[in-house]
Structures are given as structure tokens and as C-alpha cells.
């Protein structure tokens, strides 16, 4: 029988102060063949190509998602990179690892606190109704109905929310 491995992704936590008030991007899912879980709400995530560095593969997907350019992701800069042996190898802390245990597909998600340039484009192919949520708000949406939120990445909000002030 022939093993099959999670799915490397990267999610990115989107934060700006937009009208005096932090916010973070949220996007509504709009995945092919994604069924149920389109509709949910979601941050901009996406899977990690073969030997992608994972901050190369965040800044593609969020721009293919958003058509926003990343300008900073948070633990980026403490990153290292050596190469041992004909291995180029990187190490880096994300902000939150979150694993998908059933459901779906097994996907291992590293979400990273990041800021961007730009505006969201109105919709993409695989996402839409991108808007800048404040904390607050988002904070009391993840409380009152974490079922409309994208299972891998309510964890991850939630940790950044507890850190901020509403």
C-alpha cells in the first residue's frame, strides 16, 4: 500500500490599519471542487511548491489570491539557510503550525503574521469579497460562529486576535 504525506501550505495573516483601526484581510473560500467550503471565511493560504522556499511560496500566494504584494512577513528575517552536503536546508518559525487531522485533505499549514502593499482585487479564481475586517469584529465573528471560518486557520486567528487589542 502506497503512503500518502500532508500537504505543505503557507497562510498569511494579513494585517493593516485601515480608517484608524487594525484589521486583517479576510476572503470569502471559492476553491474548485471545494463543495461545502466554499463560502467560508478564510486568510489567504495556499500549497508550497517542490523545494519553494516558504516565504517565496507565501509572497506567490497571496499574490495570485489577493493581487497584493507581500512587503514584510514577521520571522523572515531570522530565517537561516545553510547548505550541507548538496542540501540547501532553511529553518524558520512560523507564527502558528496548524495540522488538519481528518476531513478534507491532510494539509500541514505554517501561518505567518505579514503586511502588504496594494489593494485586494475584487475576486481571484479561487477566493472573493476580500475585506479588511478589524480585529474586533473579527474577534466577536470567530467567538459567536467559528463554522463560518475555514477549520485551518480559526486557530491561528485566534491566537493572533488574543495578542491584540480589539
Keep these: 500500500m502506497a503512503e500518502t504525506f ?4 503557507v497562510g498569511a495573516l494579513m494585517v493593516r490599519e485601515v480608517g484608524g483601526q487594525p484589521c486583517v484581510l479576510i476572503q470569502e473560500r471559492r476553491k474548485p471542487g471545494a463543495g461545502t467550503e466554499n ?7 495556499g ?3 517542490e523545494y519553494e522556499n516558504v516565504f517565496d511560496a507565501l509572497r506567490r500566494e497571496v499574490h495570485e489570491e489577493t493581487g497584493l504584494r507581500v512587503t514584510r512577513i514577521e520571522g523572515e ?6 547548505t550541507v552536503n548538496g ?3 532553511m529553518s524558520y ?19 505567518f503574521v505579514c503586511e502588504a502593499a496594494g489593494e485586494p482585487v475584487s475576486q481571484s ?26 477549520p485551518l486557520h480559526i486557530h491561528a486567528l485566534g491566537l493572533y486576535l488574543s495578542k491584540e487589542n480589539p
Excluded at 463560502?39 to 493560504?45: F, K, P, W
Excluded at 518559525?93 to 501561518?111: M, R
Design 6 to 9: 500532508a500537504i505543505p501550505c
Design 77 to 82: 528575517e531570522a530565517a537561516m539557510t545553510r
Design 47 to 49: 500549497k508550497v511548491r
Design 93 to 111: 518559525a512560523p507564527f502558528c503550525t496548524t495540522q488538519n487531522l481528518s476531513g478534507g485533505y491532510s494539509i500541514l499549514l505554517h501561518s
Design 125 to 150: 479564481p479561487e477566493a472573493g469579497n476580500f475585506r479588511w475586517m478589524p480585529l474586533g469584529e473579527c474577534r466577536t465573528a470567530l467567538q459567536d460562529r467559528p463554522e463560518a471560518f475555514y
Design 39 to 45: 463560502g467560508l471565511l478564510e486568510v489567504a493560504a
Design 87 to 89: 542540501y540547501e536546508v
